[in-house]
């Protein structure tokens, strides 16, 4: 399973990259606009930090014709971009041409299991079902996360599931358990996950037992 940090902030990406478990980087307008300055020269640090790394890059483009134009651009800029596209209706026709052409997309924003099996069946790269922003709205966003899953294992579809709006670190765990094929998480998060406090209490404890030997005690 993949782990995506969903952020644009560089020094957070480096930090957390020294782990080794990142694979990748999932961005979005709003994100990019966060680091300030020219969105060219954010996208450029993450690919300098992460250079076997996927980067989801979002076009902002709204036309279809100009997102078609886009999404070649986008995927020009590295042979590991996947393009991230809205799941709109108006986008499926260029969304089958881009497929075609042999470009890869993560389609984002699917809130739906009709969204979900439209995107397997033009055999798009990644879908994002995004489970926080259901939950939000009152439905059971895990729920839905789990018949994404279980459509592409009963067709056989090729399209990975990256779960996305992760919020907490039981939703993530949860992801895990149904199969998905990434997860994209918040730095905050990824701490979250990364800490458990019986881990912080058997340290300590293991501290406490080893001074009581005394001073004089080397090990090996």
């Known amino acids: 399973m993949k782990l995506y940090l969903d952020t644009a902030d560089s020094v957070l990406i480096q930090e957390i990259n020294k782990t080794g478990l990142v694979d990748g980087v999932t961005t979005n307008p709003t994100n990019l606009a966060k680091q300030g300055g020219s969105p060219r020269d954010v996208i450029e640090k993450i690919f300098t930090l992460l250079p076997?790394?996927?980067?989801?890059?979002?076009?902002t483009e709204k036309d279809p014709e100009k997102i078609y134009t886009q999404a070649h651009a986008?995927?020009?800029?590295?042979?590991?971009v996947l393009v991230k596209i809205p799941c709109h209706s108006t986008y499926y026709p260029i969304i089958k041409r881009l497929v075609t052409d042999g470009i890869r997309l993560n389609i984002t924003l699917v809130f739906s299991?009709?969204?979900a099996l439209w995107m397997n069946?033009?055999?798009v790269h990644t879908i994002s079902p995004f489970?926080?922003?259901?939950?939000e709205i009152g439905q059971d966003g895990l729920a839905f996360l789990a018949d994404a899953c279980a459509l592409r294992n009963q067709y056989g579809f090729k399209t990975e599931v990256l779960a996305a709006s992760l919020r907490t670190v039981a939703q993530v765990e949860q992801a895990i358990r149904l199969g998905v094929d990434a997860i994209t998480i918040s730095p905050k998060l990824f701490?979250?996950?990364s800490a458990h406090e019986l881990t912080d209490k058997g340290m300590a404890?293991?501290?406490a037992d080893w001074s009581s030997?005394?001073?004089g005690i080397r090990f090996p």
């Open 52 to 59: 076997q790394g996927t980067i989801s890059l979002e076009v």
């Open 74 to 80: 986008l995927a020009k800029l590295k042979d590991s």
């Open 113 to 115: 299991l009709a969204q």
């Open 121 to 123: 069946k033009l055999d």
């Open 131 to 135: 489970v926080g922003r259901l939950d």
């Open 191 to 193: 701490r979250e996950l």
């Open 205 to 207: 404890q293991f501290t």
């Open 213 to 215: 030997l005394g001073s």
